[in-house]
């Protein structure tokens, strides 16, 4: 079974940068980034096709943050730039491990999930 583990989160002043990582231990197909803020749902922040590397952006994030991956490492990288207190939450690396993939954009299409990192973004 795949696993993942994440790294990178920490404690930003509004306005900054960070960057986080999320290594696969096998092959997978689409790779996603969630969030989940105290008390609300998991939702889509980005993925990746990691053939093609076709990139996915939710609205909230888009022109801010960039996905991107390294085939070669088995890993995918989140950057946050402009970071708003609105994107504090526990973040969550997804592989989807099915080369035809349903919509990237909902939880239930990925098979395994990172332990979360936890992002917060001070005002």
């Known amino acids: 079974q795949v696993q993942l583990v994440e790294s990178g989160g920490g404690l930003v002043q509004a306005g900054g940068s960070l960057t986080l990582s999320c290594a696969a231990s096998g092959r997978t197909y689409t790779m996603g980034w969630f969030r989940q803020a105290p008390g609300k749902g998991r939702d889509f922040v980005a993925s990746i096709r990691t053939t093609g590397l076709t990139t996915y952006y939710a609205d909230s994030v888009k022109g801010r943050f960039t996905i991107s991956g390294d085939n070669a490492k088995n890993t995918v990288y989140l950057q946050m730039n402009n970071l708003k207190p609105e994107d504090t939450a526990v973040y969550y690396c997804?592989?989807?491990?099915?080369?035809?993939?349903?919509?990237?954009?909902?939880?239930?299409?990925?098979?395994?999930w990172g332990q979360g990192t936890p992002v917060t973004v001070s005002s």
């Open positions: 997804a592989a989807d491990l099915d080369y035809f993939s349903a919509s990237v954009r909902r939880t239930t299409t990925y098979d395994v």
